[in-house]
């Protein structure tokens, strides 16, 4: 019932900056917070920020100061700009989209397909 359609990523040098999009559509739940998670090559996934709807805002320690996200001006869209790129950061990044008020905890959770980000000299 509920679709991600994802865009930005590619590759940044290290020091330089990077976005990322995510658009949801539903046809019967409201989503009620959205974001990303990432997963680098032999590593767990983790989370890396998402928003609410009743105006929380999370990030991981490793992307605070550094990554923003935000709403979009269209109803269920989050961007996520990346700045300061590490090396690091080389990941694919799942947009995730949830009924609840926090992502990736729920079965219930939508996921997209993955975006990658690769921040290489």
């Known amino acids: 019932q509920v679709q991600l359609v994802e865009s930005g990523g590619g590759l940044a040098q290290p020091g330089g900056s990077l976005s990322l999009s995510c658009a949801a559509s539903?046809?019967?739940?409201?989503?009620?917070?959205m974001g990303w998670y990432r997963q680098a090559p032999g590593a767990e996934r983790e989370l890396v920020a998402y928003r609410t709807s009743g105006g929380t805002v999370k990030y991981s320690d490793s992307v605070k100061g550094r990554f923003t996200i935000s709403w979009g001006d269209a109803k269920y869209t989050v961007s996520l700009q990346m700045n300061t790129l590490k090396r690091e950061d080389t990941a694919v990044y799942y947009c995730?989209?949830?009924?609840?008020?926090?992502?990736?905890?729920?079965?219930?959770?939508?996921w997209g397909q993955g975006t990658q980000v690769t921040v290489s000299q």
């Open positions: 539903t046809s019967r739940f409201a989503i009620n917070a």
């Open positions: 995730v989209a949830s009924y609840y008020y926090r992502i990736g905890l729920s079965d219930e959770d939508t």
